[in-house]
């Protein structure tokens, strides 16, 4: 097995483990906070692989009481998986009315629901005239990578004591949203920890090399030379700094602190030509959710729709009149054609007259990609891409005076700044999302859509085994591990059917119709299916991060 994948394995469960163990225990301990009785707390999806039964619960058994279980009352023994229609008596004691064996599968009070307090586990031990029952299941199951459960008594039916629908809506909401509130609260602990660790930080000056015709920049006064010194008030150090805070302020207003550039008569050799004037200037720049595509031309016709090869390439050198080559038979002058003779001139044998190859960062297929530097020894008006998709402001930026500085906050400023990091990213992860619903062309945004387990896996496995200091490799881990818990809470507080926020649908519709509940059947009909349904779209993305990694992609 490979280094990647075994680093894969660890490091997913080092980082995902801990934050489902966390989300469930918000669960359990708001169960337990309510009265609500908790039948299993499980790490993993079923089929189980281990389980440890706990507590002790006495059950009075009588000669009225009904054994559905071959062997009746000789059966009972300690070990055996019962499930108990019981009553409690005034003097606060259990009286079993009907026991069942569950015959080792799963336990499910399903089968004795209707009894005002029904118990459900294994025998402990069997006494003259009762039974000791451990009612509390903690198991380890299979499907390790798909999350972890918090099964209480009658999560539907009120019917039962201790069940969770049997609590009041206001006790049912604070089970419900535990665990995500559990989930945003770690981004809180994790990302100022990260602040206070020592690190190496690129910074310089980041400064406008061009601005587009008709973007925002250019309607807001930025010019050619501009050093961006302070955007909404943070400090602009380098290009991620720039590219997070447009990102917050999509469709908005935006105030940036610039130092104007003039023209440097005497420029030193590998810099640019500019100096700059004493203070800063203040122009408002609004980020756009769709920056418009233009086509690559040699000569512009329409400026709104085209843009010259040479103009794009100064914001993205990777473009190109063509991104594909196709092999013809004899001599050709046209872009995006190559002869048969050329092909196996200057991209090597194998080729036939037909074959069409994409121009690639790294060639994985030798026959059906070529390199972007091999496509260029042939023709250099080729590229990765035929269309200039703009940013959202409309600025290529480079960074000058670069520096790689040491630096970790003190606990009194890492807490404010691990904050504001935390808000930011929900603001991002918004802006994602709405990004997708109006079609966006952000190059922010691009990348795949979403990732599942393998996806995280294949991620922590290649930072694991990066190129880097095990400081480094830790902070990153710790940052993604924030990031994967504010996206477990956004994910299951939203109104998705056998999620948490599905079932808070639930309460709200029971509220809105003054206490009228859904029936448990329908209920759990609607989980069933939208449980169904996350299983098949957990098993697509999966696909789509497996077939990724054969393929060759990496994140980085």
């Known amino acids: 097995m490979p280094t990647t994948a075994i680093w894969g394995v660890i490091t997913f469960l080092a980082v995902l483990g801990p934050l489902i163990l966390l989300h469930e225990f918000g669960h359990f301990l708001a169960a337990r906070l309510t009265g609500t009785k908790v039948l299993e707390f ?314 069409v190859l994409s121009v690639v960062v790294q060639v994985s297929d030798p026959l059906r990609e070529v390199s972007l530097a091999d496509a260029r020894r042939y023709d250099p008006e080729l590229g990765l891409a035929t269309v200039l998709v703009e940013g959202a402001v409309g600025v290529t930026i480079t960074s000058e005076n670069v520096r790689v500085e040491s630096r970790g906050l003190p606990f009194w400023e890492a807490v404010p700044a691990g904050f504001r990091s935390v808000v930011d990213t929900l603001v991002i992860t918004k802006n994602a999302i709405f990004a997708k619903i109006v079609g966006s062309s952000n190059p922010q945004f691009s990348g795949p859509v979403g990732i599942g387990p393998v996806g995280i896996g294949q991620l922590t496995g290649e930072i694991a085994t990066a190129d880097a200091s095990r400081t480094a490799k830790a902070i990153t881990l710790m940052n993604l591990a924030g990031l994967i818990s504010i996206s477990l809470a956004v994910l299951n507080i939203l109104p998705i059917p056998a999620l948490d926020g599905g079932r808070l649908v639930f309460v709200a519709i029971e509220w809105v119709r003054g206490g009228r509940r859904v029936s448990p059947e329908r209920e759990g009909l609607v989980h069933l299916v939208g449980f169904a349904i996350l299983l098949g779209i957990a098993a697509i993305v999966s696909v789509q991060d497996i077939l990724r990694i054969f393929r060759g992609e990496s994140f980085f």
Request: charged share 20%; with cysteine.
């Open 42 to 355: 499980g790490i993993g999806y079923p089929p189980r692989l281990a389980g440890l039964w706990t507590g002790r619960t006495e059950v009075c058994i009588t000669p009225g009481t009904r054994f559905d279980m071959e062997g009746g009352a000789g059966a009972l023994a300690p070990g055996v998986a019962v499930s108990i229609a019981a009553s409690r008596e005034a003097d606060g004691s259990l009286l079993a009315h009907r026991v069942r064996d569950l015959a080792g599968s799963r336990a499910d009070a399903g089968t004795c629901l209707g009894a005002r307090t029904p118990v459900v586990g294994k025998i402990r031990e069997v006494k003259e005239g009762s039974i000791v029952v451990a009612e509390m299941l903690w198991s380890v199951n299979l499907l390790l990578p798909l999350g972890g459960f918090t099964r209480m008594l009658g999560e539907e039916d009120p019917r039962a004591e201790g069940s969770l629908a049997s609590k009041s809506r206001r006790q049912r909401v604070l089970v419900l949203i535990a665990g995500s509130l559990v989930n945003a609260v770690i981004p809180f602990a994790l990302f100022p920890l990260v602040l206070m660790f020592p690190q190496g930080v690129t910074v310089g000056d980041v400064t406008v090399l061009q601005v587009m015709p008709g973007s925002p920049a250019e309607v807001a006064g930025l010019r050619d030379g501009d050093r961006i010194v302070r955007v909404d008030g943070r400090a602009i150090e380098n290009i991620p700094d720039l590219q997070g805070a447009v990102t917050l302020r999509l469709g908005a207003e935006s105030r940036w602190e610039v130092q104007r550039a003039v023209a440097d008569p005497h420029p030193q050799p590998g810099s640019l030509p500019y100096q700059y004037r004493p203070g800063l200037e203040t122009v408002t720049v609004v980020p756009r959710w769709k920056p418009p595509r233009r086509e690559l031309v040699r000569e512009v016709e329409d400026p709104r729709t085209q843009v010259s090869l040479s103009q794009a390439r100064a914001y993205d050198p990777g473009l190109g009149l063509a991104s594909t080559l196709r092999v013809v038979q004899g001599h050709t002058d046209v872009t995006g054609e190559i002869s048969l003779a050329d092909a196996w001139r200057y991209l090597g044998s194998g080729f036939r007259v037909g074959d």
